[in-house]
């Protein structure tokens, strides 16, 4: 499965963004889907993941409350809203594929290319 981030940019603190992350392959519905991000000089961090039938959600206890994973396995697309946004959110956001569900990313086998999200306080 092939899978290309996209929706990144810049806001100001406290607004709202929606990243996409689109999948190639027949085979999407397989696969449980996560987002990680990372920031200058740290290292990747989980994010939200959720399982492929979107029946089990995940998040990190830093985004619980403010980001939402949902996918729609129809138009083969994983969605984050991310809403209340702090500065600290600032980071590249990366959407994986996983057969099973994970917050570890040394489980992820599929990676996107990123998304650049900056938000200014």
């Known amino acids: 499965v092939q899978l290309q981030a996209s929706g990144g940019g810049l806001v100001q603190a406290g607004g709202s963004l929606r990243l996409s992350c689109g999948a190639s392959?027949?085979?999407?519905?397989?696969?449980?889907i996560g987002w990680f991000r990372q920031a200058p000089g740290k290292d990747r961090e989980f994010v939200a993941a959720?399982?492929?039938?979107?029946?089990?959600?995940d998040y990190a206890d830093s985004v619980k409350g403010r980001f939402t994973i949902s996918r729609d396995n129809a138009k083969n697309t994983v969605y984050l809203q991310m809403s209340s946004l702090k500065p600290e959110d600032t980071a590249i956001y990366y959407c994986?594929?996983?057969?099973?569900?994970?917050?570890?990313?040394?489980?992820?086998?599929?990676w996107g290319q990123g998304t650049q999200v900056t938000v200014s306080s």
């Open positions: 994986a594929a996983t057969l099973g569900r994970s917050s570890d990313y040394g489980a992820y086998n599929y």
């Open positions: 959720v399982s492929r039938i979107a029946g089990n959600r």
């Open positions: 392959g027949r085979t999407f519905s397989m696969y449980g």
